[in-house]
Nanobody, 115 residues
């Protein structure tokens, strides 16, 4: 059983930065995509950023130019660098790994942007 563990969330002031990390408990074979989702209170979970095995990357329009997804040297690690955070970025952030037919989710790390 693969577990994804996120870290790096916290409370930050508007305009600040955070770096989220996601580490898998063991090497995952044949990863199709690694990504980050978020869910704010009362809202549906939404895609923030995804990095596919071929190297393509997609971002939600709301985070383009501010967030950067990257994969660590260890193939089971993915990061999300978040800059110029706003209160609208407040949410529980989830790591997601797809290695079809399997999909793995982390438990989430809370990001709160508030002054």
């Amino acid at each position: 059983q693969v577990q994804l563990v996120e870290s790096g969330g916290g409370l930050v002031q508007p305009g600040g930065s955070l770096r989220l990390s996601c580490v898998a408990s063991r090497r995952i074979v044949s990863i199709n995509a690694m990504g980050w989702y978020r869910q704010a209170p009362g809202k549906q979970r939404e895609l923030v950023a995804v990095l596919r095995s071929g190297g393509s990357i997609n971002y939600a329009d709301s985070v383009k130019g501010r967030f950067t997804i990257s994969r660590g040297d260890a193939s089971n690690t993915v990061y999300l660098q978040m800059n110029n955070l706003t209160p609208d970025d407040t949410a529980l952030y989830y790591c997601n790994v797809r290695a079809l037919p399997y999909t793995y989710w982390g438990q989430g790390t809370q990001v709160t942007v508030s002054s």
